[in-house]
């Protein structure tokens, strides 16, 4: 079409950075919309309620870091926040381990019973919390776990478990048998085999699985809620929650019980970004 090359080339470049150009605003748009409600919530927490309601937008005149102590103290967080992460590192732990051994065995150790417990498990994406609560109050309560750690741990880690036992599968499938193979020719068994090959080369199926688990726990606030009433049992959501109803006026300890809330998390991906970003890269799963 163009017989001049220098014409066509001019051409091809010219929309060549048109399309960057239009990819770089939008990058730049979207880590916009990302980080600003982040910053005007960390600002926001450093003003006073009445300051807040004046300026809403703006930067403090005076910042001030009283917010943070009375929001931990009225909210209880001393207690709460403990219990949020013996909440979120046992249940990650758990279901990791228990997912990805239940996986090996579906993957590797074939019998006629294993598409039927396999399907068992991965029936269990579909159920929605709302859909399980009542069964789920009814039955810890039956068995004398209301109001204990116990009694909220198993359903946690229940409910995390169809899909890291799918997640695993499914990559394990893609390893080689012929590696299980040769490691029961040595004289390995399946738990060594299991340690030692199949869960350390499902490393980024793992890293991938425990983000989704440290976020859900994390925020979880509807079962907590229904499964205990003793403050020393709930969460750090369910702290937060006081600042919504009689206090919902006092906006800067508000924000601050926001930003308490908010801050672990965003310290688990500064610590670990790099495996994160490994593991949501590297972690897809082969049909």
């Known amino acids: ?10 051409i091809d470049a ?69 219990n949020s992460l013996i909440y979120t590192g046992a249940t990650t732990i758990a279901i990791v381990l228990i997912s ?37 109050f009814l039955m810890t309560n039956a068995v004398g776990l209301y109001d204990t750690r116990l009694g909220i741990l198993i359903p946690y880690i229940g409910l995390g478990l169809p899909m890291g036992v799918y997640l695993g599968t499914e990559f394990i499938k893609s390893i080689p048998d012929a590696l299980v193979e040769s490691a029961k020719i040595e004289g390995a068994g399946y738990l060594r085999i299991f340690y030692k090959i199949i869960f350390p080369m499902s490393a980024p199926v793992a890293v991938t699985l425990s983000i989704m688990n440290v976020t859900s726990t994390w925020n979880e606030f509807m079962l907590i809620n229904i499964l205990a009433s003793k403050t020393s049992i709930k969460s750090l959501p369910v702290g937060i929650l006081k600042f919504s109803g009689a206090l919902a006026s006092d906006y800067g300890k508000q924000f601050a019980a926001l930003v308490i809330g908010m801050v672990p998390l965003l310290v688990f991906y500064l610590v670990f970004r790099k495996q994160i970003t490994k593991g949501l890269t590297a972690g897809a799963v082969k049909g």
Do not use: C, H
């Open 1 to 10: 079409m163009y017989r001049n090359p220098n014409l066509r080339r001019g």
């Open 100 to 136: 990805f051994s239940a996986a090996f065995a579906f993957a590797k150790i074939r019998s006629r019973a294993t598409p039927i417990l396999y399907q068992s498990f991965v029936v269990g994406i579909l159920l929605t919390l709302q859909s399980i609560m009542v069964p789920l």
């Open 14 to 82: 010219a929309s060549a950075f048109f399309a960057k150009a239009i990819l770089v605003f939008l990058l730049i748009l979207f880590t916009v919309m990302t980080v600003y409600p982040v910053i005007w919530l960390l600002v926001s927490s450093l003003k006073t309620t009445q300051e807040f309601q004046m300026n809403r937008i703006g930067l403090p005149k005076e910042p001030t870091l009283r917010n943070y102590p009375m929001a931990w103290k009225i909210g209880d967080f001393s207690t709460l926040f403990v």
